[in-house]
Nanobody, 124 residues
Framework: QVQLVESGGGLVQAGGSLRLSCAGSGRTFSSYTMGWFRQAPGKERDFVAT????????NYANSVKGRFTISRDNAKNTVYLQMNNLKPEDTAVYYCARTSYPYFWSAATDYADWGQGTQVTVSS
């Protein structure tokens, strides 16, 4: 069974940066689309960004476009989310997930495997 473990969350001031990492297990990591989602208290889990298995294609939510960058290192079975110019509204638990669907699939229900999440808090 695949395991996804996120790290890198924390408390940061508005305008600051954080880099999230998600380490996956298994020898077929590069075969899967990976995604980042986030969930704020009392809200649904929302799409943030996805990346194709090769890393050549990415997709972003409008709210993070130009500020966040998703990338992956298949040799390390790791996907990253670089978050710059953070805003208080970015505060949420961030989850990584994987799917067999193409990178432009952004519905959380299409992602079968999930990490435990990492908290990101942005103070104003």
């Amino acid at each position: 069974q695949v395991q996804l473990v996120e790290s890198g969350g924390g408390l940061v001031q508005a305008g600051g940066s954080l880099r999230l990492s998600c380490a996956g297990s298994g020898r077929t990591f590069s075969s899967y689309t990976m995604g980042w989602f986030r969930q704020a208290p009392g809200k649904e889990r929302d799409f943030v960004a996805t990346i194709s298995g090769s890393g050549s294609s990415t997709n972003y939510a409008n709210s993070v476009k130009g500020r966040f960058t998703i990338s992956r290192d298949n040799a390390k079975n790791t996907v990253y989310l670089q978050m710059n110019n953070l805003k208080p509204e970015d505060t949420a638990v961030y989850y990584c997930a994987r799917t067999s669907y193409p990178y432009f699939w952004s519905a959380a229900t299409d992602y079968a495997d999930w990490g435990q999440g990492t908290q990101v808090t942005v103070s104003s």
